[in-house]
Structures are given as structure tokens and as C-alpha cells.
């Protein structure tokens, strides 16, 4: 089974502030695959194929990484993206996730 | 629009069975892979099942499997995820969701509690 640690597990950022969440893998995958959780909702794909961004996602949201290391960006925090966001690989079976982050406005 | 419904949660005593059921709508079902994903209380997301788009092929987590059983009705366009000898650890929100790029639908979730 292919792990995926998510790092940090909780932070909090001020508005216009830089995150950066990364994810790494126990074994190489071709991709990695971002969700964004808020409360009492569920999960939306937020970024594919490592660095593709979902549908209506806005263009302040990257991602990049290759192999095991993997990084989810957001350039300038907005209120709006206060939420949990995972990580997931279905590189091989079973299909697994990230712990997840739990990003909060500061 | 894609819709996915979920159903069918409850309250249910652990070795017990429950049956949850996903209606979906908006996409030609026949067509994909359609998978369940839990989180239990408080938790992470962590894949249970996921089903060939003609049910031909089936495929588990190791912890349900032989006791948890994926299935659709494509004429009905439904998913379902039959749950047996269930367990406390099992006690979870149950998505349906469509596996193509990524997870790139999900259903509401429905609460499945087992408790004595």
C-alpha cells in the first residue's frame, strides 16, 4: 500500500499569504490528486494530474512534484479557502489519501 | 448536471448488514467506474470499493473485503455497497463517487453507525 504524508497537518495563514502544503509518497506515482473539504461538505477535486486545476478552481491554486515529493500551493490565501485538503494517488490498489491539512485563516 | 444521490444509512448493531444505495444522474452511468469512499468521524478519506462499468469487475480494501459487496444496476443507474457482519470501525460517511481524472463527482454521503 502506497502511503501518502501530508505535511503540515494543521496551519493558518493570513489573507494574501503564501501556502504551501506538501505530500509525499512511500513509493513513486505518476500523479497526485488535491481535494478541497470544507465542514459538513463533500470533498471536491480541487487539482489532477498533479498540476491541473479542477473545474471553477481559481488560478491563485498550483500544484507540482514528481515521484514521491508533491506540492499543493496557494499564491495568495483568500478567506474562502479556509478548508481540509488531501492528497490521493490511484497509481496502484488500494487507493489511498493523504491525512489531510487543515487549512485555517489566521 | 451530475448528480449522485446517496441513501439507505442508519443506525445498526455490530455483525449486522445494511445496504446503502447511490442514484446517479446527469452522465451516461453504463459508461464509468463507480467507486465508495468513507471517512469516519473526525477522520481522513479512505477508499472501500470500486465496481467496472458493467459490474464485471470488483475490487476492495483489504479490511471489507469478503464482507462488504459493491454493485450497480445500470438500468437503474444505481450503485450499491451491501455491508455485512459490520463493525464498529466501519462506523462512517459513505460517499459514492466517480473515479476518472481523480474523484471527480461525489454523492452527499449518507452516516452509517454501527453501535450497540
Known amino acids: 500500500e502506497i502511503v501518502l504524508t501530508q505535511s503540515p497537518t494543521t496551519m493558518a495563514a493570513s489573507p494574501g499569504e503564501k501556502v504551501t502544503i506538501t505530500c509525499r509518497a512511500s513509493s513513486s506515482v505518476s500523479y497526485i490528486y488535491w481535494y478541497q473539504q470544507k465542514s459538513d461538505a463533500s470533498p471536491k477535486l480541487w487539482i489532477y494530474e498533479t498540476s491541473k486545476l479542477a473545474s471553477g478552481v481559481p488560478d491563485r491554486f498550483s500544484g507540482s512534484g514528481s515521484g514521491t515529493s508533491y506540492s499543493f500551493t496557494i499564491s495568495s490565501m483568500d478567506t474562502e479557502d479556509a478548508a481540509t485538503y488531501y492528497c490521493h494517488q490511484w497509481n496502484s490498489s488500494p487507493w489511498t489519501f493523504g491525512g489531510g491539512t487543515k487549512l485555517e485563516l489566521k | 448536471e451530475v448528480q449522485l444521490v446517496a441513501s439507505g444509512g442508519g443506525l445498526v448493531q455490530p455483525g449486522r448488514s445494511l445496504k446503502v444505495s447511490c442514484a446517479a444522474s446527469?452522465?451516461?452511468?453504463?459508461?464509468?467506474?463507480m467507486a465508495w469512499v468513507r471517512q469516519a468521524p473526525k477522520k481522513g478519506l479512505e477508499w472501500v470499493a470500486a465496481i467496472s462499468y458493467d459490474g464485471s469487475g470488483t475490487y476492495y480494501r483489504d479490511s471489507v473485503k469478503g464482507r462488504f459487496t459493491i454493485s450497480r444496476d445500470n438500468a437503474k443507474n444505481t450503485l450499491y455497497l451491501q455491508m455485512d457482519s459490520l463493525r464498529s470501525e466501519d462506523t462512517a460517511i459513505y460517499y459514492c463517487a466517480r473515479p476518472t481524472t481523480g474523484f471527480d463527482y461525489w454523492g452527499q454521503g449518507v452516516m452509517v453507525t454501527v453501535s450497540s
Open positions: 446527469g452522465f451516461t452511468f453504463s459508461d464509468y467506474v
